[in-house]
């Protein structure tokens, strides 16, 4: 039953954030029918979401009808450094829960059911009919990718580097922390239009853009830049392998000879520490027909592109660094 009650958990948790619950609460407890009046909410059905929302340890009750905050709930705060807002209103997405709900369909056809339903892909969705569901994505990478970053950075070997691109890098997270730790380092991030219509201003316009391009293209298509370190956070699960072969091929075919390429995502493991991967894996299934991968799985599909697995680089926040050397560049 607590697996069944998921969706009714994600759909209490997203309706906080909705109604933005936690910003209207501060140090002292509210009484609800106050809270409702901040909010905009029925007291009594505001009064239910607070009593569920209390037994995920998501806000206190204080006395008959009051709430205040525990440390859990004050992480949905809108200035909260976890930035957990963004990512469960990306959660509350109307395409997502609809992928969701009916998953059997791409497991019997073994094809995405994204452009079943919306008839195009996510990104041309987001680009042509609904930009603000675009924004929320775009915001949702980003507060992730902050999280993540610092780690990464930690890990990642940029001995000999000159020229860094963030394939598919979003606001720019990623680029904007190597640069401000290799002083010697440019970057590029190189993504569709809209996604760097939000980059960072540091990279746009502010101290680090002597140093950064923002480069918009399909990286399905090419990707123009010659560089020495290509990255891809958390971009190459969203193709199958032949898609994935092609856009490593795009870039082989740019690179500078020994360029290395870095894809940076969690990988597929056995037994029940693998839960998180193999879920996003059905959700890469349904969104493009992407697919999470193991080790084995990045070599193999390395090889297909022209490109060899060097090492393999954990980072304490989960993501690792699977390495390649471009074989067959240009
Ligand atoms: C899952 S997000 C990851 C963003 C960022 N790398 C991060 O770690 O936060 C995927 C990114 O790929 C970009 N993207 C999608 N299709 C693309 C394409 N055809 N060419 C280049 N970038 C693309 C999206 O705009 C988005 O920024």
Known sequence: MQFLTGKEISGAVVAAAELRLADAIGDEPVPVEELATKVGADPDALFRLMRAL?????????????????????????????????MILLEGAEWGWKLSSRLA?????????????????????????????????????????ES????????????GVRKVVDVGGGQGSVVR?????????????????PALGDA?????DGELSSRTELIAGDCRES?????????????????DDEGAARILRNVAASAAPGARVVAIEQLVTEGPDGQYVALLDLHMLAVGGGRARSELDFARLFEKAGLRLTRVTPTSAGDQLVEAEVVDGR
Do not use: C
């Open 54 to 86: 209390t037994t995920l340890g998501l806000f206190r009750a204080s006395g008959e009808r009051s709430f205040a905050h525990t440390e859990l709930s004050a992480g949905l705060r809108s200035d909260a450094p976890e930035r957990l807002l963004d």
């Open 105 to 145: 369909e791409p497991v019997r056809t073994g094809k995405p059911l994204f452009p079943e339903i919306y008839g195009k892909d996510l990104f041309s969705y987001f680009m042509e009919d609904e930009p603000e569901a675009g924004q929320v994505f775009d915001r949702a990478m980003t507060a992730i990718s």
């Open 148 to 159: 993540a970053v610092g780690p990464i950075v930690d890990a990642l070997d940029v001995t």
């Open 177 to 193: 922390a190597i640069l401000q730790r290799n002083p010697g380092l440019s970057g590029v991030v190189f993504d569709i239009e």
């Open 200 to 204: 960072h201003a540091e990279l746009r």
């Open 223 to 239: 990707v123009p830049v010659t560089a020495d370190l290509y990255l891809f956070r958390h971009v190459l699960h969203m193709w």
